[in-house]
């Protein structure tokens, strides 16, 4: 057992024979990687479906030859990769999930090297789906090519898919989870399709924000009127509708709508007081986004209102004359998208309810007004505690030397909940992007360092989470077999 | 003088000549009319340039026949027709105008008689432009005849333009009216191209509102954002302008931007109690427009509301995805077209002022927001006192059995502040159309009965007028010619 002493102890080190193996593989490991992101597999295009296909037979090439024998699952859209590596018995299952399609890399004028051939500069790896997330996925496949080439064991049971439609929308993904749920049966599901808040910074991505998405209607007259003969008197379902969305908010830009925040969840203060400590600068944001000033919820910080408020948006609007100069109209109806990001314990259908009730009893007399429900999606939180989320501070500890920080996403990532609901795992959210990685834009680059100690990363993590999660069991079976 | 005593003395009956000619020749009359309404003078369509200009040369031989001599003026768009009769010196000059365009007769198929092929139903005259306003041109040219006819003369000077561009904006009007300034000299314009109020119900038409038309365009980040990644913490610019919209009116539906009614002009109140003892009923606007009830400003009547209160009205409004489905996007930008109709003395330059500083005091810090002004007209009011006006009530009286009432529109007729900015002349608008007229829908029709009426009202205005206005001068001349 002296190959996993340093594991099963916890305390956050890179296992040295995994060291070893990574460091000496190094130039062979970033070849293979350079051969992946040369695969045009942009999942979005008809006309690269064949490279497409190509980049799933890859990954399973790629799975096989380290021992983790593969499948290729097709879909109604793009096949799924699924290995599978099962001769721990007793220790912990993990899941790894991670796509290996790619966005299109149009503007193909603004990268500066080619989209699909993958250029080093200033530490930096160069090409489309070096982050997002072929780097990414293929640093898992090499932290576990270490243990089972220096080992031939791994210290956890995996499972690990990769799927090919993940920029477009993962549609044929949850089905699969269900079809395959008892081949799927996992402790612990970990993905790495994040950023680190910032260099050097190991982060956990502890929430993602739910959705609630709606569209307002407002009819007015039964036709378009001629705003000088029926203006004044018939009310304009544009200004009802303003006025109806002006009530959404108070003046400190708080949810105005009744019981809106009767279920979120406080967060633990020493969490908000870490989220609130991490280095980030408004400006950056304010000079990112080109604007002036940030808005939003007074008394939180601008991490908090991203990651741990709900909102309430305006995604579009329109209603009447919208084309050049000048029409008098006074339009037959108005139309507002909006959506409410959600945070936990904040459920899509109640807050429909709310939304309804509120729109119902705001809404001025002469027009009438429907609220339908386009969309929604629980929002997600990390327990942050347990087997995994101790393995995962205890592993980036020791890749990165610093003590990981908890982040959140405002965002949603449909496959999370998917995977907690249909499998009832805990989900371990552990990237290694950066800020300012062009995930979807031209340039797209990943950190070397952040891949090179990503690998580190997770393969301690095997040994962190095997060790412990199963410590007893595993223990048991490695002495049946050493 | 005996032909004009009834005239003269002002009682307010048709002179029996005219009414003997008007009887006598009622049936040609009607033939001649149908001839006009033949041809489909379409403005707006290139492919009915040739009917256009043959309306035009109908009008001009109409006139010259009757002996007012006609020429076609050319414009950069169809011709305008003018007939000149200047053979009462010393008595009041006149200037009559009206349209030989119409609107496009489309949808065909919702016609019941085919819309060139003038047919009489029920005591009705349904052929597009029957209305607008070929009708009521005409019936201003049969006036003249039946003086010219009758006494070879008439009791006033009168010039009389017809143009071919009403219905797609009088593009070329005003230009002529500069040019020919010193021909159009008059001492009033009468105008018949509106409707009475009621059947039976003579209507002098004393108010249009004017126009402040704006676009606002709130601009929040650079791009459009992910609405998860930034919502919440970046101004939605959508969300903005609904709130600054919310602004424009109180919960009385008063409008609320400072200083917005300060040159309002009050009503004299026995105007107002006219005004509300009309017989209109809400429930018949509400039906007509298909909504469960009115709105507007808090303490006026509906046709005060829309006569002669001011609106601040969105005619339209855009942002972000507005596509189907769910986009979860924070827009980049908000656009809303706004425009404020305007009673006496308001200023579009003022009430322009207005709006922009308080749109700048409202804007929520964090987007940008800019107010252009994209059109503007002043608002119109008859003083209702004076010779024409006398002259007017008068006529109706004698040709109607009642009082005239005094009526407004919400909308804005240009061509009428160009008359009286240009020309420096009182402004009678005395229409002869009725409620339900179709005017610019399929089955348009006029009142054959409102025709009739109408011929013989303006014949005895002549007489009223030139009576009246000039009656010392007139007189004299008449003595020495008579």
Same mark, same amino acid.
């Given at each position: 057992m002296k190959k996993s002493k340093t594991a099963v102890k916890? &305390?956050? *080190? !890179?296992p040295s024979d995994l060291e070893d193996f990574l460091s000496k593989n190094d130039s062979r490991i970033h070849d293979e990687l350079f051969e992946f992101l &040369? !695969? =045009? %597999?942009? %999942?979005?295009? %008809? *006309?690269h479906n064949g490279d497409t296909k190509r980049a799933a037979d890859w990954v399973k090439n790629a799975l096989d030859k380290i021992g983790v024998p593969a499948k290729i699952y097709p879909t109604a859209g793009h096949p799924i990769v699924m290995g599978e590596w099962r001769k721990a018995p007793g220790a912990p299952t993990v899941l790894i999930y991670g796509h290996y399609d790619v966005q299109p890399a149009e503007p193909l004028d603004l990268w500066t090297s080619p989209p699909f051939e993958p250029t080093m500069r200033n530490g930096k790896i160069f090409a489309r789906g070096s982050v997002d997330d072929k780097g990414q996925l293929f640093l898992h496949i090499k932290a576990l090519e270490a243990h089972l080439a220096m080992r031939k064991k791994l210290p956890v049971n995996v499972v690990i898919i990769a799927e090919g439609e993940e920029e477009v929308g993962s549609d044929n993904l949850a089905e699969f989870v269900v079809e395959q749920k008892e081949l799927l049966k996992a402790d612990a599901v970990v993905i790495s399709d994040s950023a680190m808040f910032a260099p050097g910074l190991p982060s956990i991505l502890s929430s993602l924000r739910g959705l609630a998405y709606f569209e307002i209607n407002v009819q007015g007259p039964a036709g378009d009127l001629h705003s000088g003969s029926y203006g004044g008197a018939v009310v304009n379902p544009a200004m009802a509708l303003a006025r109806i969305l002006a009530t959404f908010h108070d003046k400190d830009g708080r949810i105005a709508i009744p019981g809106f925040y009767k279920k979120v969840r406080e967060w633990d203060p020493r969490i908000r007081k870490q989220m609130r400590s991490l280095p980030f600068d408004d400006r950056t944001l304010m000079k990112e986004t080109s604007v002036a000033a940030l808005g939003g919820e007074k008394g939180y910080s601008t991490l908090e209102k991203l990651w741990i408020r709900p909102t309430c948006e305006v995604n579009g609007m329109l209603s009447g004359y919208t084309g050049e100069g000048a029409k008098t109209v006074l339009p037959a109806k108005a139309m507002a998208k909006v959506s409410c990001r959600l945070? =936990?314990?904040?459920?899509p259908a109640d807050i429909a309810k709310l939304m309804k009730a509120h729109v119902a009893k705001v809404a001025p007399k002469g027009v009438k007004v429907r609220v339908d429900t386009l969309h929604g999606g629980r929002p997600w939180r990390a327990e942050l505690n347990g087997p995994i989320y101790d393995a995962a501070r205890s592993a980036l500890r020791a890749a990165f030397g610093k003590e990981p920080v908890i982040t959140g996403e405002g965002? %949603? !990532?449909p496959v999370v909940g998917d995977f907690q609901k249909i499998l009832g795992a805990p989900v371990l959210l552990v990237g290694f992007g950066l800020p300012g990685e062009n995930a979807h834009a031209p340039d797209e680059w990943m950190s070397d360092e952040n891949f090179r100690l990503g690998m580190r990363a997770v393969a301690t993590l095997w040994d962190e989470y095997g060790g412990k999660a199963g410590r007893g069991k595993s223990e048991e079976v490695e002495d049946d077999r050493d």
């Open positions: 916890g &305390r956050g *080190e !890179i &040369r !695969i =045009p %597999s942009v %999942s979005a295009k %008809s *006309e945070v =936990p314990d904040q459920d965002g %949603s !990532i």
